[in-house]
């Protein structure tokens, strides 16, 4: 059963910063792709960052040069850095990896439980 927490997430005012960190637990092969997304209320689910298993990162515009994606492969966790804070950044956060069971196995898409981030203004 692979697993995916995340933590980090919680209240902070506009212009701070937070970290969420998102681990891997289970048994698997590999894990290619790591990437965050959000959900605010009343909108759909939204790509913010992803990672590549070769470190290569993509930022949706809203976010490039505020959030920061990294990954520690050996401890299978996925991180998001997020600076100067705006209250449109409020909304659940999902970590997102695509994970192989074994070598030979499709490559799965598997999600966190999401965390809040609430940025007041």
């Known amino acids: 059963q692979v697993q995916l927490v995340e933590s980090g997430g919680g209240l902070v005012q506009a212009g701070g910063s937070m970290r969420l960190s998102c681990a891997a637990s289970g048994r698997f092969t590999s894990i290619d792709v790591m990437a965050w997304y959000r959900q605010a209320p009343g909108k759909q689910r939204e790509s913010v960052a992803r990672?590549?298993?070769?470190?290569?990162?993509n930022y949706a515009d809203s976010v490039k040069g505020r959030f920061t994606i990294s990954r520690d492969s050996a401890k299978n966790t996925v991180f998001l850095q997020m600076n100067n804070l705006k209250a449109e950044d409020t909304a659940v956060y999902y970590c997102?990896?695509?994970?192989?069971?074994?070598?030979?196995?499709?490559?799965?898409?598997?999600w966190g439980q999401g965390t809040q981030v609430t940025v007041s203004s």
């Open positions: 997102n990896a695509v994970i192989r069971l074994s070598h030979y196995s499709t490559p799965r898409n598997y």
């Open positions: 990672i590549s298993s070769g470190s290569t990162t």
